[in-house]
């Protein structure tokens, strides 16, 4: 993953690549379903990391859309993307944790099971996307931050069905807030990483 931090790096995996291109396609339209799925769960099952991680699958299939549309674009074209994606990682980031401390100030009860069922079915839609991707993760920015979202995707998705568990075994929300807390850190941190390689490609393109 560091392969690239200290800039002006070139791909290691040609711009146009139509296996990219098809994994691409597949993870948007999971994305798109898997926002579907945890949106419905996190309303019904009044969670604060499936709702944060809903709103992840959506601005996901937004960046795999994006990574299609700029696939065959000038390297300084989909460094902008990039660019853009990034501080779309970092609001994310910010919402989650908002919405971690709405929820420490007005209280809530997650249910487990919901949390569990739908967190293992997230956790199988991204690891077989991160696995897609593995090879991936070297490339220029934008494909940087397509590996960087899917990669912590997965690991939001076991951390909310451990979230589960704890939710079940001591009956409390902390669990559910601490997950959430944590995916929120990481989309920031993420999100750090693809705005700096993009404004460094930027400088070089």
């Given at each position: 993953?560091?392969?690239?931090?200290?800039?002006?790096?070139?791909?290691?995996?040609?711009?146009?690549?139509?296996?990219?291109?098809r994994i691409?396609?597949?993870?948007?339209?999971?994305?798109?379903?898997?926002?579907?799925?945890?949106?419905a769960?996190?309303?019904?099952?009044d969670?604060a990391?499936?709702?944060?991680?809903?709103?992840?699958?959506?601005?996901?299939?937004?960046?795999?859309?994006?990574?299609l549309?700029?696939?065959?674009?000038a390297a300084?074209?989909r460094?902008?993307?990039?660019?853009?994606?990034?501080?779309?990682?970092?609001?994310?980031?910010?919402?989650?944790?908002?919405?971690?401390?709405?929820?420490?100030?007005t209280?809530?009860?997650?249910q487990?099971?919901?949390?569990?069922?739908?967190?293992?079915?997230?956790?199988?839609?991204?690891?077989?996307?991160?696995?897609l991707?593995?090879?991936?993760?070297?490339?220029?920015?934008?494909?940087?931050?397509v590996w960087?979202?899917?990669?912590?995707?997965?690991?939001?998705?076991?951390?909310?069905?451990?979230?589960?568990?704890?939710?079940?075994?001591?009956?409390?929300?902390?669990?559910?807030?601490?997950?959430?807390?944590?995916m929120g850190?990481?989309?920031?941190?993420?999100?750090?990483?693809?705005?700096?390689?993009?404004?460094?490609?930027?400088r070089?393109?």
């Open positions: 993953m560091s392969g690239c931090c200290s800039g002006g790096c070139a791909p290691t995996k040609p711009v146009v690549d139509r296996r990219y291109r691409l396609w597949i993870a948007l339209v999971l994305n798109a379903l898997m926002f579907c799925v945890e949106l769960g996190g309303l019904g099952g969670s990391s499936l709702l944060a991680d809903a709103v992840d699958f959506l601005g996901d299939a937004g960046n795999y859309a994006l990574s549309m700029v696939l065959a674009a300084s074209s460094a902008r993307v990039a660019l853009v994606k990034g501080w779309t990682m970092a609001a994310y980031g910010a919402f989650v944790l908002a919405k971690v401390a709405w929820d420490v100030a209280g809530s009860a997650p487990p099971l919901v949390m569990g069922m739908i967190g293992f079915l997230a956790l199988l839609v991204n690891g077989g996307v991160a696995l991707l593995y090879a991936y993760r070297d490339g220029d920015a934008n494909m940087r931050s960087l979202c899917t990669r912590n995707d997965a690991i939001g998705n076991a951390a909310v069905m451990l979230a589960a568990l704890g939710v079940f075994g001591a009956g409390r929300a902390w669990p559910d807030l601490a997950v959430a807390l944590v850190f990481l989309a920031v941190s993420g999100a750090w990483q693809v705005i700096g390689q993009a404004r460094r490609e930027l070089t393109a």
